[in-house]
């Protein structure tokens, strides 16, 4: 993967920003740390930093094509699965090809089929492309939203950038919040509206979306959406057709010219996608990397819950055994979770889900070491129906987020002089944009048309979440993780399939066991779902506590401009099991959560207007 930026303006020349360009270069080095390259002229600059993993010599960028009196210019983050046959098309239309790089045919499917070309692709994708002919600038963003694109428009420029600290680092943008930032931020956090780039005046591309920016100004255009349609399979031959939608999804995104591994907890997800990396692995003679985290003395501490019924290590082990694969363990301290709270922020340039945020940090920074390109588990829940409140009737029958019930416990925690949107109708209005938005044929039942809604909440929203963690914090140490259950042909199939299908045998995600069940060990194919592992060790506890406290006591935090300390020091001391954001964050993480706004107000000097 890779990080993009650049500026384009009709009104000045962009030459003289050249300051700036450097510096948004170097922030997002962490992303792309093997190549540098930039493209600049009087009406646009393309800044690129590159992580090389296909076609590492031909494959630098920006990447340009003339074709006569016309040329192309092309910065690009992610990763084309079906490039193959895309370049088999382009070349019956007599295009020619210099190497085997994707970005070279995203370009010249460009050329051909314009704005039309992102509905070729099937990939992990944010690129921009400059028409030098026709003075336009070209953008767009993968139909799941699984690389990022940030941009705003001031002084008569579009400054784009894979990371929000791209854009601050451009001399005309400003690290100013509002009321809705904040807003986003107390109600909506670690989770963003969609398209929300909580800084004022910074937007982010939604997914599936291509813009063009010209002299006439901004226009962005929605390309592909989930759409209800009949499902004439039977469950027989929807099990089948998934296993092979699966397969193929995992098959393609082994492509590789660098080490590649996977993420193993032991859960549904991640075995799925080891196991048949193995069987890809030894085809090629070639032993598969495999990687799991845990915490020191957690299964000293570790407790069973609802959300997290029995450990990882004995699944991890039992898979270990199965695949015969070179597995490596990463054991976390809590010292380092809580002192990594601070990089994570770094990384996602704004408060996020506290040491799950943190922690992952950590494990992809020792992952990196090993490899280059792991593949995770990310978005399977989402598309399958995995997490709890699907299967929950009183969580199912709310409006509102299923993951976050908490608004006025949140809310308990402002300032009363502070004057912030309506907690209740703030998110009340979102989640409603979203239900009226959704996809539904006429004539299906109540349970099945709230099925539909609680995919597009999730597909939406959660899952966003997610794809920004694991983005940020895997790119924070250039590490490229591929998530193949998000590859948006699984997603389209699985829309329509009627829920007694998805939670066959009772099971969460019962038609993806039923389809996989040749590839698994028994006891790790039924085993019940359990999150991302995070630490049981009181001492994280003390630790944090002790961190917000100094902040607390400290007369310049600036978190005290808008939150009460009062509300923080019953949060320290009084044992609350409201989760804050889904299943894993509870009093610890909330605690960290807060922690790490403070120091995104002060490292980021941010101004409240």
Aim: glycine fraction near 6%.
């Amino acid at each position: 993967m890779c990080g993009i930026a650049g500026e384009v303006s009709f009104s000045h020349s962009v030459k003289d920003n050249k300051e700036s360009f450097y510096r948004m270069q170097k922030v997002l080095e962490p992303r792309g740390p093997d190549q540098k390259g930039m493209y600049i002229t009087e009406n646009v600059s393309l800044i690129h930093s590159r992580l090389a993993i296909i076609d590492i010599e031909n494959g630098i960028q920006p990447m340009i094509c003339k074709l006569g009196e016309k040329e192309y210019i092309i910065v690009y983050n992610g990763e084309l699965y079906n490039t193959d046959e895309i370049r088999k098309e382009l070349l019956l239309f007599g295009y020619n090809f210099s190497g085997h790089s994707d970005t070279e045919v995203i370009l010249k499917a460009f050329i051909h089929w314009k704005e039309g070309c992102v509905n070729k692709f099937n990939g992990i994708f944010a690129f921009a492309i400059w028409d030098n002919f026709e003075q336009k600038l070209f953008f767009a963003r993968d139909r799941m939203g699984v690389k990022p694109f940030f941009y705003t428009i001031v002084n008569n420029s579009f400054i784009f950038g894979s990371e929000i600290k791209a854009l601050l680092n451009h001399k005309y943008v400003e690290p100013v919040i509002n009321e809705n930032s904040l807003a986003e931020i107390m109600f909506i956090g670690p989770g963003r509206t969609p398209g929300c780039g909580i800084f004022k005046g910074i937007n982010e591309l939604k997914p599936a979306c291509w813009g063009i920016y010209s002299n006439h100004g901004i226009r962005i255009r929605k390309y592909w959406t989930l759409k209800d349609k009949e499902h004439g399979d039977s469950f027989k031959e929807t099990v089948e057709h998934v296993k092979s939608l699966v397969e193929d999804a995992i098959t393609r995104q082994l492509v590789s010219d660098v080490p590649i591994g996977t993420f193993l907890s032991g859960g549904l997800d991640s075995s799925i996608i080891s196991s048949l990396a193995n069987n890809s692995m030894i085809k090629k003679g070639v032993k598969l990397k495999t990687f799991s985290v845990t915490y020191e003395n957690n299964d000293k501490y570790f407790k069973l819950s609802k959300f997290q019924p029995n450990s990882d290590t004995e699944y991890i082990k039992k898979m270990v055994d199965y695949l015969d694969c070179e597995h490596y363990l990463v054991t976390l301290d809590n010292k380092s979770l809580a002192k990594a709270l601070t990089d994570a922020v770094d990384a996602r340039d704004l408060p996020g889900m506290a040491d799950v945020d943190s922690s992952l940090l950590l494990f992809c920074k020792e992952i990196k070491k090993h490899c280059s390109v792991a593949l995770s588990g990310e978005c399977a829940d989402e598309i399958f129906g995995g997490y709890p409140w699907f299967r929950d009737k009183k969580i199912r029958a709310i409006n509102g987020f299923p993951w976050s019930q908490s608004i006025k416990y949140r809310s308990s925690f402002i300032n009363d002089d502070i004057n912030l949107p309506n907690y209740e109708e703030y998110v009340l209005s979102r989640y409603k944009d979203t239900i009226i938005n959704t996809s539904k044929l006429g004539g299906i039942s109540q349970l099945e048309s709230r099925m539909r809604e609680m995919m597009k909440l999730n597909i939406d929203w959660f899952m966003q979440t997610l794809l920004e963690r694991k983005d940020r914090m895997s790119m924070y140490s250039g590490l490229e993780v591929r998530v193949p259950f998000c590859d948006y042909r699984i997603a389209e199939y699985l829309y329509s399939v009627p829920w007694e299908y998805k939670e066959y045998n009772s099971y969460e995600k019962g038609l993806l066991r039923e389809a996989m069940k040749d590839v698994l060990p028994e006891q790790v194919l039924w085993r019940k779902k359990s999150p991302y592992p995070k630490t049981h060790n009181p001492e994280y506890l003390n630790i944090v506590s002790e961190m917000l406290t100094e902040i607390l006591y400290s007369d310049s935090s600036p978190i005290l401009s808008f939150i009460k300390k009062s509300e923080l020091e019953k949060l320290i001391h009084t044992e609350n099991n409201e989760p804050w954001y889904g299943q894993l964050m509870t009093t610890p993480q909330t605690i960290a959560y807060f922690i790490q706004i403070n120091y995104w107000l002060e490292k980021y000097k941010i101004r409240i207007i």
